[in-house]
C-alpha cells in the first residue's frame, strides 16, 4: 500500500514507518482482501440463511469467519517486525484458498456460482508470486475445486425456492462474475503501483550507488593531488624566504613587492589543498567544532570575501542562535555554491540565510545567465554543468553533503534574471543535541 491508498478497514492503518519492502505493501493488500472476503461472506450467509431461508451450517461458516479475521489480525501486527518473503505470501494465499474451499464445501461445492472466486486467488499468484510458486498455488486451487465437485454438502433449499433454482443460479453466476472483476481490478492496479514504485525505488538505489562510487574517486583523486602538490609548495615556500634574504633582491622594493606577492598566493594554494585534505577526511586534528548557525555562517562569509575581493557580496541573515556541529563539509559545500555563483556573476552574489521550520535555509543567488532546462532537470548529478564537460562536479559534490545530511538541494532561474541555488539543512541533523 502506498502514501496515496486509504485502507479499507480501521483494522488495517499502516504503521507509522512505511515498510520499503514490496513484499510487504503486497502483503498488506491481501489483508485488506481478506477483510473484505470475512465481510462480505458474513453478509451473504445470513442474507442466504435468514432472508431466503437456505439452511446452512451456521455455527461452522462462523468458525471459519473468526479463523480467517484471528489470521488476518496476526498478518497485520506481524507485518510491523517483519519483511514478508515470497514463502509467505505463498501460504497466505493458500490460506485463503483453504478458507473459500471449506466454505464452498458447507455451501454447495462445486454447484455454488461463487465457486468463481478462486480465479481471485490464481490471479493474484501470478502477480505477486514467484513462477514455481504461482503454479504450486494453481494446482492446489484446481485440486480443491476437484474435490469440491466431488466431496460437498448440498445446499438445502426451501420449497419455494424449488421453481426460481435456475434463476438464482444464474443471478449468482453474475453476482459472482461482477465480484470477481472489480476485486482483480482493484487489488491487481493497487499491487501493480506497489511493484513499479520498488522498480524504480531500486532504480535511484542504484543512481545513487553509481554516484557514489563517483564521489569515490573524484576524492581519492583529490586527496592524491593534494599530497603531490604540498611537496612542490612547500619548496616555493622555502625558495620565496630565502630569496627574501638575497641582498640583491632585498634591496630591490619592485622584486620585494612580487615575491610578499607570489608567497601570499603560495599560502592560499596551501590553504586549498588543506580544505580539500579535511575534505577527504584526513587532517583529523581539525573536524567538526561547536558554534550557532549566524556565527558559523558568518565566519564562511568573512572568508570568503577574503579571497574573492572584486565581488560584491549581499549577505543577510536572520539573528539565529541555535547551535550546531560547524562541520567542515557544510563549510566546503556553502564555499562551492558561492564559488559558482561568482563564476556566473563575476560583479554580484546575493546569500541570504534564514530559518524554515526546524531547517536552516541557505539560498545563493546571482545575475548570470542562469541555468539550461537540462542542468535544472538533473541538478547534483556529475558532468552538469552550461561551464563545459566536467565542470558540473561542484552543485554534484554540494547536493551529495546535503543529501548525507538529510537536506536538500534546490536551483531554479530568478524572474529578474539569474539564478539561485538553496541548500535546505534540518537541523535535526546537524544541531548539537544529535550529535554529541
Not at 206 to 227: C, D, K, P, Y
Given at each position: 500500500m502506498t502514501a496515496g491508498d486509504p485502507p479499507f478497514l480501521p483494522f488495517t492503518m499502516r504503521p507509522r514507518e512505511p515498510d520499503a519492502a514490496a513484499g510487504t505493501a503486497n502483503m498488506r493488500q491481501l489483508i485488506h482482501l481478506r477483510w473484505m472476503a470475512v465481510a462480505g461472506q458474513l453478509v451473504t450467509i445470513l442474507f442466504v440463511n435468514r432472508v431466503m431461508g437456505v439452511q446452512l451450517p451456521i455455527p461452522a461458516m462462523m468458525g471459519v469467519l473468526v479463523m480467517a479475521a484471528a489470521i488476518n489480525l496476526l498478518s497485520h501486527f506481524r507485518l510491523r517486525f517483519h519483511r514478508i518473503t515470497n514463502t509467505e505470501l505463498l501460504f497466505a494465499l493458500m490460506f485463503d484458498v483453504g478458507t473459500l474451499t471449506l466454505q464452498l464445501f458447507l455451501a454447495g461445492g462445486a454447484t455454488n456460482p461463487f465457486i468463481s472466486l478462486y480465479l481471485i486467488q490464481v490471479v493474484l499468484g501470478a502477480v505477486l508470486l514467484e513462477t514455481w510458486s504461482a503454479w504450486a498455488l494453481a494446482g492446489i486451487t484446481g485440486l480443491c475445486f476437484g474435490l469440491l465437485s466431488l466431496h460437498h454438502r448440498p445446499l438445502a433449499f426451501p420449497p419455494w425456492l424449488f421453481g426460481d433454482i435456475a434463476g438464482l443460479h444464474t443471478l449468482g453466476n453474475w453476482l459472482g462474475f461482477a465480484l470477481v472483476t472489480g476485486l482483480l481490478i482493484l487489488f491487481v492496479t493497487r499491487i501493480s503501483h506497489n511493484m513499479r514504485l520498488s522498480a524504480a525505488r531500486l532504480a535511484d538505489l542504484?543512481?545513487?550507488?553509481?554516484?557514489?562510487?563517483?564521489?569515490?574517486?573524484?576524492?581519492?583523486?583529490?586527496?592524491?593531488?593534494?599530497?603531490e602538490l604540498g611537496t612542490p609548495l612547500a619548496s616555493l615556500s622555502v625558495i620565496l624566504s630565502d630569496w627574501r634574504r638575497v641582498p640583491k633582491l632585498r634591496d630591490d622594493a619592485e622584486l620585494m613587492g612580487e615575491i610578499a606577492e607570489m608567497q601570499a598566493e603560495v599560502q592560499r594554494c596551501k590553504a586549498i589543498v588543506t580544505r580539500i585534505l579535511q575534505s577527504a577526511g584526513e587532517p583529523r586534528g581539525e573536524a567538526a567544532e561547536l558554534s550557532e548557525v549566524g556565527r558559523f555562517i558568518d565566519a564562511i562569509v568573512d572568508e570568503w570575501r577574503q579571497s574573492h575581493a572584486q565581488v560584491a557580496l549581499d549577505y543577510r541573515r536572520t539573528d539565529d542562535d541555535a547551535a550546531i556541529v560547524s562541520d567542515p563539509a557544510i563549510k566546503q559545500a556553502v564555499w562551492n555554491v558561492l564559488d559558482n555563483a561568482a563564476e556566473a556573476s563575476p560583479h554580484w552574489v546575493g546569500l541570504t540565510v534564514a530559518r524554515e521550520g526546524g531547517a536552516v535555509a541557505v539560498r545563493v543567488t546571482d545575475h548570470g545567465p542562469g541555468f539550461t532546462a537540462t542542468t535544472l532537470s538533473q541538478v547534483g548529478r556529475p558532468q552538469q554543468s552550461t561551464k563545459g564537460e566536467g565542470h558540473g562536479v561542484g552543485l554534484f559534490l554540494v547536493a551529495s553533503v546535503v543529501r548525507k545530511l538529510g537536506g536538500r538541494v534546490e536551483a531554479a532561474n530568478r524572474v529578474e534574471g539569474g539564478a539561485a541555488v538553496t541548500l535546505t539543512l534540518p537541523l535535526s541533523m546537524i544541531g548539537v543535541s544529535d550529535r554529541e
Open positions: 542504484r543512481q545513487q550507488a553509481s554516484e557514489e562510487e563517483h564521489i569515490v574517486r573524484m576524492g581519492l583523486l583529490a586527496s592524491g593531488a593534494a599530497h
